[in-house]
């Protein structure tokens, strides 16, 4: 079993894009289709809010850690 493949999403987890035209990109997770494996990313785009679909594969979740 893959890594990806283990990654769960939630609604609110925060993630980066790391394919496509909106590489680079942070959002927040809106929505999940677990059968067909799409997130719903809200991004902010030249002071625009937006909605894209995206796979999980095209996606790292963002973890953060407390300072020390």
Not at 8 to 14: A, C
Not at 45 to 62: H, N, Q, T
């Amino acid at each position: 079993m893959s890594k990806q493949s283990r990654l769960v999403f939630h609604l609110g987890d925060v993630v980066r894009i790391k394919d496509g035209p909106f590489a680079a990109f942070t959002g927040r997770i809106e929505g999940i289709n677990q059968s067909k494996r799409l997130l719903k990313v809200v991004v902010k785009i030249y002071g625009r809010v937006a909605a894209i679909k995206l796979l999980f594969s095209a996606v790292e979740k963002i973890e953060f850690a407390p300072p020390d």
